[in-house]
């Protein structure tokens, strides 16, 4: 066999092996993306995206009503998917009505009192069918529009708990479970055990075709 064959035989055997070698580090790294699926699918909660007033903004003419605006639909639940309720320092409730939800945003009729903080509370079932509440404060600095009542309208269903910073803000980056970071510390030995593999081939295939006969 001429020197000229065997190392047309020699290429394509190392071409089939680095071809081999090239899919099992794919793999691996498609392996190591998949592990971070469930962490980043936990965050699926609808979060708050903005809302007029704005939070800790001050407004100087009174709103006729609150607006939430959420990253995603907000689940009507037969008219009873939303709660906002909109109160004072002193804890009165300054809501005219109960909230009405219309695709990604929910808003109260207000009808505001005296200068001062407000906080609104609120409770809705974001897409994903789970309920997420929170709340935000903005100051009033006009006339007095409202008497407000102590406490909210019945109809409308009861006090929420505002849970701290569930729904405020857009979901931070997911952290690294223990099994992704096993399965990244694996592909990660693949990769390099794929890569010297490649490089002794080459060189094997080298030096067999600078030692074959002419």
């Given at each position: 066999m001429s020197a000229a064959r065997r190392s047309i035989r020699v290429d394509r055997a190392s071409r089939s092996a680095i071809s081999a070698l090239l899919g099992g580090v794919v793999a691996a790294l498609i392996a190591a993306a998949l592990a971070f699926v469930p962490a980043t699918g936990a965050s699926a909660h609808d979060y708050l995206v903005s809302s007029t007033p704005e939070a800790n903004s001050t407004v100087a003419e009174a709103p006729s009503a609150v607006t939430l605006t959420f990253d995603d639909i907000v689940l009507d639940e037969g008219g009873h998917g939303a709660l906002v309720q909109v109160t004072d320092a002193s804890g009165r409730n300054f809501e005219t009505g109960c909230a009405s939800v219309e695709g990604r945003e929910v808003s109260v009729p207000v009808a505001l009192g005296a200068a001062g903080a407000y906080r609104v509370t609120w409770q809705v079932v974001s897409a994903d069918?789970?309920?997420?509440?929170?709340?935000?404060?903005?100051?009033?600095?006009?006339?007095?529009?409202?008497?407000?009542r102590v406490g909210p309208i019945a109809k409308c269903g009861t006090t929420v708990a505002a849970p701290k910073a569930q729904a405020t803000q857009a979901p931070e980056q997911a952290s690294i479970s223990p099994t992704a970071i096993v399965i990244i510390a694996v592909a990660g030995g693949i990769v390099v055990l794929a890569l010297v593999a490649v490089l002794l081939v080459v060189v094997l295939s080298a030096r067999k075709r600078n030692g074959a006969p002419s």
């Open positions: 069918g789970h309920p997420v509440s929170d709340s935000l404060q903005f100051t009033y600095r006009g006339q007095k529009v409202g008497a407000g």
